[in-house]
């Protein structure tokens, strides 16, 4: 039997949008206080599989932090760290790589997405990106891991690589860890176009909401985003073929802490018009004092830096002892 313990994480590759809010942080934060010990990680290991500047990568780790805290990720309540830190993370994904198969990545969407045609020439790190994925959860014999529905394949691989080292050393020592995917909002999409996720990536800045909008833009950009010119039924089932009007209600729901078809009620028979102004209100009140607190974390870099030390030596003292489990097990 595992002790109930929640780990999850997010790149430090900048400028966090909505979705990285609705999809984990809002849920990092809630998790907390409900009988798991909650771990969470900037994974700068893992940003670094593409290419970062120094100076904005040092920048990017403490803004991350500072998102999370922002967000209501306590580190008091939770392990706030940040993933090179902590060795036991690169450790135990090269352990990871000799139970991994090479078919395992190169069947990972995000890897064909990321590498696209001249895959030849992405980093290795690219590629085994998911190993080190597993060795973060696993590291921590996390039960349960918050992610958005883009994770579901690499948390696969997490159990199968669990699966498979539990088989090959004939143990129980890690648990198949359950994905958390829950919510409306598992998937923010582009407010530009209903068929893609909203990311940081995108080209175009006006297709996702970033932390440190103001006012004026978040109002703006939902203003401009897409939609159709029909009136808005009384439930989300109404919008099975409107993929923006169902995001952009969606994304309301998880705003307000309500059902889709709670917040259809309201709209019912309205067009975008009533509801995108209404829309504008809620995310507005949401972010406006989350990238207040951020702008405060980050007036002061030297706290930010002890809080993820602490948090560092914390996940090290969970980390260390399995590890070396591990690699007794494996006799190393
Ligand atoms: P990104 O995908 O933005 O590059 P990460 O890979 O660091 O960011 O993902 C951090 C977390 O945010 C993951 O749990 C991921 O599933 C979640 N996430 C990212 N984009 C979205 C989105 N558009 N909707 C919901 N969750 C998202
Ligand atoms: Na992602």
């Given at each position: 039997?595992?002790?109930?313990?929640?780990?999850?994480?997010?790149?430090?590759?900048g400028?966090?949008?909505?979705?990285?809010?609705?999809?984990?942080l809002?849920?990092?934060?809630?998790?907390q206080g409900q009988?798991?010990?909650?771990?969470?990680?900037?994974?700068?290991?893992?940003a670094?599989?593409?290419?970062?500047?120094p100076?904005?990568?040092?920048?990017?780790?403490?803004?991350?932090?500072?998102?999370?805290?922002?967000?209501?990720?306590?580190?008091?309540?939770?392990?706030?760290?940040?993933?090179?830190q902590?060795?036991?993370?690169?450790?135990?994904?090269?352990?990871f790589?000799t139970?991994?198969?090479?078919?395992?990545?190169?069947r990972?969407?995000?890897?064909?997405d990321?590498?696209?045609k001249?895959?030849?020439?992405?980093?290795?790190?690219?590629?085994?990106?998911?190993a080190?994925?597993?060795?973060?959860?696993?590291?921590?014999?996390?039960?349960?891991?918050?992610?958005?529905?883009?994770?579901?394949?690499h948390l696969?691989?997490?159990?199968?690589?669990?699966?498979?080292?539990?088989?090959?050393?004939?143990t129980?020592?890690?648990?198949?860890t359950?994905?958390?995917?829950?919510?409306?909002?598992t998937?923010?999409?582009?407010?530009?176009?209903?068929?893609?996720?909203m990311?940081?990536?995108?080209?175009?800045?006006?297709?996702?909401?970033?932390l440190?909008?103001d006012?004026d833009?978040?109002?703006?950009?939902?203003?401009?985003?897409?939609t159709?010119?029909?009136?808005?039924?009384?439930?989300?089932?109404?919008?099975?073929?409107?993929?923006?009007?169902r995001?952009?209600?969606?994304?309301?729901a998880?705003l307000?802490?309500?059902?889709?078809?709670?917040v259809?009620?309201?709209?019912?028979?309205?067009?975008f018009?009533?509801?995108?102004?209404a829309?504008?209100?809620?995310?507005?009140?949401?972010?406006?004092?989350?990238?207040?607190?951020?702008?405060?974390?980050?007036?002061?870099?030297?706290e930010?830096?002890?809080?993820?030390g602490?948090?560092?030596?914390?996940?090290?003292?969970?980390?260390?002892?399995i590890?070396?489990?591990?690699?007794?097990?494996?006799?190393?």
């Amino acid at each position: 039997v595992f002790t109930p313990r929640i780990f999850s994480g997010i790149q430090p590759s900048g400028g966090l949008t909505l979705g990285n809010y609705l999809g984990a942080l809002k849920r990092f934060a809630a998790l907390q206080g409900q009988g798991a010990e909650t771990i969470y990680c900037l994974v700068d290991l893992h940003a670094i599989t593409v290419w970062q500047d120094p100076e904005t990568l040092r920048r990017n780790i403490r803004e991350g932090a500072a998102a999370f805290m922002a967000s209501g990720v306590d580190p008091a309540q939770s392990i706030l760290f940040n993933q090179s830190q902590v060795s036991a993370h690169a450790e135990m994904a090269w352990l990871f790589n000799t139970v991994a198969r090479v078919g395992w990545m190169y069947r990972m969407t995000q890897f064909k997405d990321k590498a696209g045609k001249n895959s030849e020439n992405s980093s290795l790190g690219l590629l085994a990106y998911p190993a080190l994925m597993a060795a973060d959860i696993l590291t921590y014999q996390a039960t349960a891991v918050p992610v958005g529905e883009d994770q579901k394949q690499h948390l696969e691989l997490t159990r199968d690589i669990a699966a498979k080292f539990n088989h090959d050393y004939q143990t129980e020592h890690f648990p198949l860890t359950e994905p958390l995917i829950e919510g409306v909002a598992t998937r923010v999409m582009s407010l530009r176009d209903g068929s893609k996720k909203m990311s940081k990536s995108d080209p175009s800045d006006a297709s996702r909401i970033n932390l440190t909008d103001d006012a004026d833009t978040i109002a703006q950009k939902i203003r401009k985003a897409r939609t159709d010119a029909e009136p808005l039924p009384g439930s989300i089932e109404g919008l099975k073929d409107r993929p923006e009007a169902r995001n952009l209600v969606n994304i309301h729901a998880a705003l307000s802490d309500e059902t889709p078809d709670q917040v259809l009620a309201r709209f019912e028979g309205q067009g975008f018009g009533a509801f995108k102004p209404a829309l504008a209100d809620v995310a507005v009140a949401a972010l406006e004092p989350i990238s207040r607190r951020m702008g405060e974390y980050m007036a002061d870099p030297a706290e930010i830096d002890r809080i993820l030390g602490q948090g560092a030596v914390r996940a090290d003292e969970v980390a260390t002892p399995i590890l070396e489990s591990t690699k007794e097990i494996m006799g190393l």
